[in-house]
């Protein structure tokens, strides 16, 4: 255990992030078991270690984190370990990656049991499905949902401002009143282009020239590791996967036609319906479907986009669509806090009462007539005016 503790000194005595992410002010870290769940690459270690540092800071034998794919766990079950680090003076562990131990599930649940003293706080891939795990964690954890970074954060983190998150029901209303004073301090389209290109996931940080070959790389282990290891997929489909989310990159947006994607993959129609699902629990895709079909997992999606528009610049920068662009950002910062589906009219029904067009600077209500509840969210637009909103502002959701 001397190695772990090495470990995880190292991890908290070269972190030094400050930024403050939305999710941290909702965690009760006080709860004896807790996981952050969440795409590769939004933040989720960097979660962990921030609170563990503040609360225990570096150093402390009473805290350890612990990356879950170590090798000490090839001949050591994470159940004993817990029991001796709580044997020897250890309260809180933080276990970062839980999906790349086999056994998890099971083992936390037997550690939330028999060693009722001890906290835990634990990272996961999105696709893991606590609620319906085998060991029935849904009763014993309190799992939270980290996304990547709002337009919202991106502006904090560029420029040093400080804006409110905003409810969607008091945007509505109040638009006008929010964008004038967000144009107060900043120009929100000055930063937007680069937001759509490398904000979404936060290790832009480290290098943007590097971005899109790394966000490329998390793709492929989503795909190559996650998903085989969470989900019934032979590894030999994966490139089948690769081919449909490039078919879904370049489209605007995608109307799936199963029948001829099952022929293009060379997999059954069920299998594509099956695989579009694993790629929207994957976080790599959004999936737009009615009401009525949204009760059933493996019903065909009315339309497809990739889960944010960060993707669509590293998968096929070339061939994207302006249409496509604004309406995979606004699928992406509603669905954090929203349900979005098919309108009868328009381009998304919000939580089944507001009905949305999305468009340029120039897009009218026209095509809403009619519709209650009926807004356009226009691009290149700072400030809006009656059912007219700036695009943008729908990235301050959270």
């Excluded at 309260?91 to 599930?105: C, G, I, M, P, R």
């Excluded at 004073?181 to 940080?205: D, M, Q, S, T, V």
């Excluded at 190559?224 to 032979?234: G, H, K, S, Y």
């Excluded at 994966?238 to 990159?249: C, D, E, F, G, Q």
Aim: with cysteine; glycine share 6%; hydrophobic share 35%.
């Amino acid at each position: 255990m001397t190695d772990l503790f090495e470990y995880s000194d190292d991890m908290l005595n070269n972190f030094n992030d400050t930024f403050e992410r939305s999710l941290e002010h909702t965690i009760e870290w006080n709860q004896k078991l807790i996981g952050v769940m969440g795409a590769r690459g939004v933040g989720k270690t960097t979660i962990l270690l921030k609170y563990m540092k503040k609360k225990y800071g570096a150093n402390s034998r009473k805290a350890l984190y612990v990356s879950m794919d170590n090798l000490y766990f090839v001949n050591n079950s994470l159940l004993g370990f817990a029991r001796d680090f709580y044997k020897s003076g250890g309260e809180h562990l933080f276990l970062d990656e839980v999906h790349k131990y086999a056994n998890w599930s099971q083992e936390l649940k037997n550690i939330y049991d028999s060693v009722p003293k001890l906290k835990i706080a634990f990272s996961g891939s999105s696709i893991l499905d606590i609620l319906r795990g085998k060991a029935d964690l849904s009763r014993r954890a309190d799992v939270y949902h980290l996304a990547g970074l709002s337009f919202r954060e991106y502006l904090e983190i560029e420029t040093g401002e400080k804006f409110k998150t905003i409810e969607l029901e008091d945007l509505l209303k109040n638009h006008v009143e929010f964008a004038a004073e967000i144009c107060k301090k900043l120009r929100p389209y000055a930063h937007w282009r680069n937001y759509l290109e490398h904000g979404y996931y936060p290790f832009y940080l480290q290098s943007k020239e590097r971005y899109s070959h790394r966000l490329l790389n998390a793709i492929n282990l989503t795909l190559e590791t996650d998903l085989v290891v969470c989900r019934p997929v032979d590894s030999a489909y994966i490139t089948k996967l690769k081919r449909l989310l490039y078919i879904v990159s370049i489209s605007t947006p995608f109307q799936p036609n199963i029948a001829k994607l099952s022929k293009v993959i060379e997999a059954s129609r069920l299998t594509v319906t099956q695989y579009f699902e694993y790629l929207r629990e994957a976080e790599l895709v959004n999936l737009l479907k009615s009401d009525e079909k949204s009760l059933n997992l493996l019903s065909k999606p009315d339309k497809v986009y990739l889960n944010n528009v960060n993707l669509m610049y590293a998968i096929s920068k070339t061939s994207m669509n302006e249409g496509n662009v604004r309406e995979t950002f606004f699928f992406n910062q509603v669905n954090e806090k929203h349900k979005l589906s098919t309108p009868l009219k328009g381009d998304f029904l919000v939580d089944e009462k507001y009905t949305f067009e999305i468009g340029g600077r120039n897009k009218t209500t026209t095509q809403l007539k009619g519709v209650k509840n009926a807004f356009v969210a226009s691009d290149d637009l700072e400030v809006g005016m009656a059912n007219k909103i700036p695009l943008y502002l729908f990235g301050f959701l959270y």
